[in-house]
């Protein structure tokens, strides 16, 4: 199992933006061990967010061995081409370190984001399953066919990420089984992600492809045998990633306590 955790560039909480160095925090969690940073995404949330394309470039450039993970990149507020020429060129720059998370957006942040992007927001959906058909081909540099009928190849092309799609719900379950190598969600519980893995595998049956991995994002207990009981918990369900958000600004203490909790199994 790959423990993560996010960079300070964003909060749940807008009255506290979790807001820090993004060099030093990267840096950091290599230092201590992690497996990769993640950067949360988008144009115009509920609190302030720094731009994940930016951040992970940032992280990428000070590290050398952590991977650097879009959590979650939201595709339909963006032309598929110019999402895939940012996820290649990091590919490219950072030695092949990228790991996508793909989203359609929570509604809590509204749809602001859409309207000032001049996109429909509740064709979101339809969006993001457009963009994820012709992602591999324009990641890799192959020609593609965009929606409308545009023929494109970008240059230079590179290894396409692992992808993630996130969302709990069946709609993405079944999005994650179509396109991706992965399905991850929020909050899920150890049991809860070891039966997700038998529904996968019957919504992959219906587009003859492997069942994607579940991942998941989860607070770790503050106590440290219990935090440590929790990441067994989770490896023994058979997740590949899980990532630990810090529980507030001190990101240097959450990413510390989330090493020493997995150097402890």
């Avoid at 509920?46 to 731009?51: E, I, N, R, W």
């Avoid at 996820?87 to 998370?101: A, E």
């Avoid at 019957?202 to 503050?222: H, K």
Wanted: glycine fraction near 8%.
């Amino acid at each position: 199992m790959q423990l993560g955790t996010f960079l300070p560039t964003s909060t749940p909480d807008p009255e506290h933006p979790i807001l820090g160095d993004v060099a030093g925090a990267a840096r950091f969690a290599e230092e201590v061990g992690l497996d990769v940073v993640w950067a949360t995404d988008h144009l115009v949330p509920s609190a302030p967010m720094v731009d994940s394309t930016v951040t992970l470039a940032t992280a990428a450039a000070v590290t050398e061995r952590i991977g650097i993970g879009y959590g979650v990149m939201l595709l339909a507020l963006r032309p598929a081409a110019w999402a895939a020429k940012q996820i290649s060129s990091l590919q490219y720059t950072s030695g092949d370190r990228l790991l996508l998370g793909v989203g359609t957006g929570n509604p809590v942040h509204g749809d602001i984001a859409w309207r000032a992007a001049g996109l429909p927001f509740d064709k979101r959906g339809r969006d993001t399953d457009n963009s994820l058909r012709v992602l591999p081909d324009l990641i890799s540099g192959r020609a593609a066919t965009l929606p409308d009928g545009t023929e494109v190849t970008l240059a230079p092309g590179s290894a396409v990420p692992p992808i993630l799609v996130a969302g709990n719900g069946p709609r993405a379950m079944r999005r994650a089984a179509e396109f991706a190598g992965s399905w991850l969600a929020i909050g899920l519980t150890p049991d809860e992600a070891s039966s997700a893995r038998k529904q996968l595998t019957e919504f992959a049956e219906t587009y003859d492809r492997p069942a994607p991995t579940v991942s998941v994002i989860t607070q770790l207990p503050a106590d440290l045998a219990q935090a440590t009981d929790t990441l067994a918990a989770y490896a023994a369900a058979g997740v590949e990633h899980l990532i630990a958000p810090p529980a507030d600004s001190d990101w240097h203490a959450g990413y510390e306590f989330a090493a020493t909790a997995r150097s402890a199994l």
